[in-house]
């Protein structure tokens, strides 16, 4: 089980950046093992640029503690970099396009467990919206993933569609 505290932060220095930051800490429990609680600091940075109307430009950074749905008795650092462009097209139609990367550093639970994979992670997504309503937008998104890792086995690619409808109030 595990407990997280963040404080989150948005500035806006000037009418076209702004700036956003979460920081806090993460609390791990863990039940077996004789391992003592985790206390991990969490955190991501980001930026938005809007140098034209209806563009917006973001970078965001960030560090987390997950844990591994595929190795018994260890969690990874997840720490990775997204930029992404959107473009409002008209009133109802946004495109954009998103791409990535993150290094999984997998750490043990356990004092009897060894823990020596790394991932490399990366992505691109781009996306078509409509927004139907002031507060309802569907999307539609292509996603291409690449994952490199030191267990050979848990190196892999995929491609994905999706479809998205989301409300923001």
């Given amino acids: 089980t595990y407990q997280m505290v963040n404080a989150r932060v948005k500035y806006d220095l000037t009418g076209k950046i702004a700036l956003k930051a979460t920081a806090g800490g993460q609390f791990n429990q863990y039940v077996s093992g004789d391992q003592d609680m985790r206390v991990s600091p969490v955190w991501s940075l980001g930026a938005e ?33 997204e930029l992404g462009v959107t473009q409002l097209v008209d009133q109802k139609f946004q495109v954009g396009v998103a791409g990535g990367y993150e290094n999984d550093y997998y750490i043990a639970n356990t004092a009897n467990t060894v823990a020596t994979r790394r991932d490399n992670f990366f992505f691109i997504e781009p996306q078509i919206s409509y927004n139907f309503l002031k507060y309802l937008t569907a999307s539609i998104f292509y996603q291409h993933r690449f994952n490199d890792s030191t267990l050979q086995v848990d190196t892999w690619y995929d491609n994905q569609v999706g479809f998205e409808i989301s409300a923001s109030f």
Avoid at 55 to 78: E, G, H, K
């Fill in 49 to 81: 640029y809007l140098p034209f109307a209806n563009t917006a430009i973001s970078l965001v950074t960030y560090r987390n503690l997950q844990v591994s749905p595929s190795l018994n008795n260890q969690d990874y650092w997840a720490t990775g970099v």
